[in-house]
């Protein structure tokens, strides 16, 4: 079964510092794995995705993550935070036939001024 | 291009009675999906069309809760009767591709019940 874990509930950083924005991942197989954003009252959208081509992934924002297999690890960084980068993060696995994606239970990031 | 609409957006009701909820997809989307989001967590799937027929309803509480894809288009979730425990958000979301090898799932902005 595919699953992810989503190490911190809640992150707080200041305008213009790096973030970084942790998930591991449990998976019987090479797994695709993306990370969402969701603003207040907004939809899902699509930062980044992994599937099993280069290792750093690059996304929109200037956000990027890592995939690394020793550790499964997939976590989430962007050099300098915005205040518009305050949002929920969700890190996601595909599961196994159909398209069903499994979500982790979200990271919160606030940035403060 | 125009997003997945959802509507209504907010909606209150009381326990036992019915809800409906409605997504349109992207135009030219096979796939769709509607998933349930309770407060602090993250999404979850109920029930996955591909066209007009269900790929995976395992987590849909068919008890209460029924949808339907008519015609391969649009889409409505129904509650009948609520409970206080399905107080959540309800994300549509569709896909491009088919089922297996999917690309981005593009979601709408989803629709908020309270059941009181």
């Known amino acids: 079964a595919q699953s992810v874990t989503q190490l911190d509930s809640h992150v707080s950083v200041s305008e213009g510092t790096p973030v970084l924005l942790r998930c591991n991942y449990s998976s019987s197989y090479s797994p695709s794995l993306f990370w969402y954003v969701q603003h207040p009252n907004k939809g899902l959208q699509l930062l980044l995705k992994?599937?099993?081509?280069?290792?750093l992934v690059k996304g929109i924002n200037g956000f990027e993550a890592e995939f690394k297999k020793s550790e499964t690890s997939f976590h989430l960084t962007k050099p300098s935070a915005h205040m518009s980068d305050a949002a929920e993060y969700f890190c996601v696995v595909r599961g196994t036939g159909a398209n069903n994606l499994f979500f982790g239970t979200g990271t919160r990031l606030t940035v403060i001024p | 291009e125009a997003g997945v609409a959802q509507s209504p957006r907010y909606k209150i009701i009381e326990k036992r009675q019915s809800v409906a909820f409605w997504c349109n997809p992207i135009s030219g989307h096979a796939t769709l999906y509607w998933y349930q989001q309770i407060l602090g967590q993250g999404p979850k799937l109920l029930i996955q069309?591909?066209?007009?027929?269900?790929?995976?309803d395992s987590q849909l509480p068919k008890d209460r809760f029924s949808a339907e894809r008519l015609k391969g288009v649009d889409s409505t979730l129904k509650i009948q009767p609520a409970k206080l425990e399905d107080s959540a958000v309800y994300l549509c979301?569709?896909?491009?591709?088919?089922?297996?090898?999917?690309?981005?799932?593009?979601f709408g902005e989803g629709s908020r019940l309270t059941v009181l």
């Open positions: 979301a569709s896909s491009l591709y088919v089922a297996g090898d999917g690309g981005e799932l593009f």
């Open positions: 992994y599937t099993s081509a280069a290792t």
């Open positions: 069309f591909q066209n007009n027929g269900v790929v995976d």
